[in-house]
């Protein structure tokens, strides 16, 4: 069965400060990971999505991702934190590429702090 | 622009009413639509998968005689909580996939209430 660990439930970081969200990832075959964004009381918002090629991930807003095949990562970065980057953020797996749902890791709220 | 809309975006209904959440994909045919529900500061929950003309298929400890999904046509989704309880006070959102690589795309969500 396919998962998604997110070890942090809070990450604190400085506003200017690099930031880093971990992920963690299980599954059979290829995976093809996601990350989201939520801010309270909205819907889920694409950052970025790995599906093949460069590992390294360029998303919406500066965020990227790098994917680790042997490490079994998708960690989240961002060179310099902002004070509206503050909020939930869920990494997300689909085990193969089809008419399947999404499975979300519980979610990291992310404080950037002025 | 907004591909997956969800109607109301809040809603309170007192113990033993029925709610009807609807979902809609907004300029494009979506034959699957996936519901989650989203307790406070925890993950999403994927509820059941709906199918346009089909019954839906329920993830294991759902109740479907509770939670209701009609998919009558390739823009629209309903999802009904029947006889709702202060327990089914939540977060719902609604999903569909679009694209090559099948992308998820996610409606704004519904905070029912039940008093």
């Known amino acids: 069965a396919q998962s998604v660990a997110q070890p942090e439930d809070q990450v604190n970081v400085a506003e200017g400060n690099p930031l880093t969200v971990k992920c963690t990832y299980s599954?059979?075959?290829?995976?093809?990971l996601f990350w989201y964004v939520q801010y309270p009381n909205r819907g889920l918002q694409f950052l970025l999505k790995?599906?093949?090629?460069?590992?390294l991930v360029k998303g919406s807003y500066g965020f990227e991702a790098e994917f680790n095949k042997s490490q079994t990562s998708f960690h989240l970065k961002k060179p310099s934190a902002l004070v509206s980057d503050s909020a939930l953020y869920f990494c997300?797996?689909?085990?193969?590429?089809?008419?399947?749902?999404?499975?979300f890791g519980k979610g990291t709220r992310l404080s950037v702090i002025a | 622009g907004a591909v997956v809309s969800q109607h109301p975006s809040r809603v309170i209904c007192k113990s033993g009413t029925s709610v009807k959440i609807e979902c809609r994909s907004l300029?494009?045919?979506?034959?699957?639509m996936f519901w989650y529900r989203q307790f406070p500061k925890q993950s999403l929950m994927l509820m059941a998968t709906?199918?346009?003309?089909?019954?839906?298929?329920?993830e294991q400890g759902v109740e479907k005689d509770k939670f209701l999904i009609n998919h009558a046509s390739l823009t629209l989704s309903t999802l009904t909580v029947t006889s709702a309880h202060p327990e089914d006070s939540s977060f719902y959102i609604c999903?569909?996939?679009?694209?090559?690589?099948?992308?998820?795309?996610f409606g704004p969500g519904t905070r029912l209430t039940v008093t």
């Open positions: 997300a797996v689909r085990p193969y590429s089809g008419n399947t749902p999404l499975v």
């Open positions: 599954v059979s075959g290829n995976p093809y």
């Open positions: 790995y599906i093949t090629g460069d590992n």
């Open positions: 300029d494009f045919q979506a034959t699957t």
């Open positions: 709906s199918n346009e003309g089909s019954k839906a298929t329920y």
């Open positions: 999903s569909t996939l679009r694209g090559p690589d099948y992308e998820q795309y």
